[in-house]
Nanobody, 127 residues
Framework: QVQLVESGGGLVQPGGSLRLSCTAS????????VGWFRQAPGKEREFVGG????????AYADSVKARFTVSRDNTENTVYLQMNSLKSEDTAVYYC????????????????????WGQGTQVTVSS
C-alpha cells in the first residue's frame, strides 16, 4: 500500500479558496486512482472528488461540482484538491485515499473501494 500525507488545510472565510495536497510514497504513483473524502462532526463520511490513475477522468459530488477541482502530478507523486467559493458546509476533515487501478480511466467513489488512507487535514470555513 502507498502512504499518503495531506497538507494545506486551515481556516478560510466563506467565499475563499484553499488547495489541499496529497503526497504519496512507497508505490508507483501512476498506477493509483486517488480520491478525496470528507467527514464533518456528526455526519457520514462523503465522497468529494476523485481522479483516475491516468489523470484523464475525474468525478465530483454534486455539492462541490463547479467549485472543486482534482488534479494530479505524477512526476511529483501528488494529487491536489483546489477548493473555490468555499461555504461553511464545506467544513470537515478531508482525507486523501488511493488504490491501485488497472483501468486507466476509472474513478472510484465509494470508501470501501480504497485501501490507503491519509491521516486527514482539517478545513474550517468561517468568518
Amino acid at each position: 500500500q502507498v502512504q499518503l500525507v495531506e497538507s494545506g488545510g486551515g481556516l478560510v472565510q466563506p467565499g475563499g479558496s484553499l488547495r489541499l495536497s496529497c503526497t504519496a510514497s512507497g508505490g508507483t504513483f501512476s498506477r493509483y486512482a486517488v480520491g478525496w473524502f470528507r467527514q464533518a462532526p456528526g455526519k457520514e463520511r462523503e465522497f468529494v472528488g476523485g481522479i483516475s490513475s491516468s489523470g484523464g477522468s475525474t468525478a465530483y459530488a454534486d455539492s462541490v461540482k463547479a467549485r472543486f477541482t482534482v488534479s494530479r502530478d505524477n512526476t511529483e507523486n501528488t494529487v491536489y484538491l483546489q477548493m473555490n467559493s468555499l461555504k461553511s458546509e464545506d467544513t470537515a476533515v478531508y482525507y486523501c485515499v488511493a488504490r491501485v487501478s488497472t483501468r486507466a480511466m476509472r474513478v472510484f467513489t465509494l470508501p470501501d473501494e480504497y485501501d490507503s488512507w491519509g491521516q486527514g487535514t482539517q478545513v474550517t470555513v468561517s468568518s
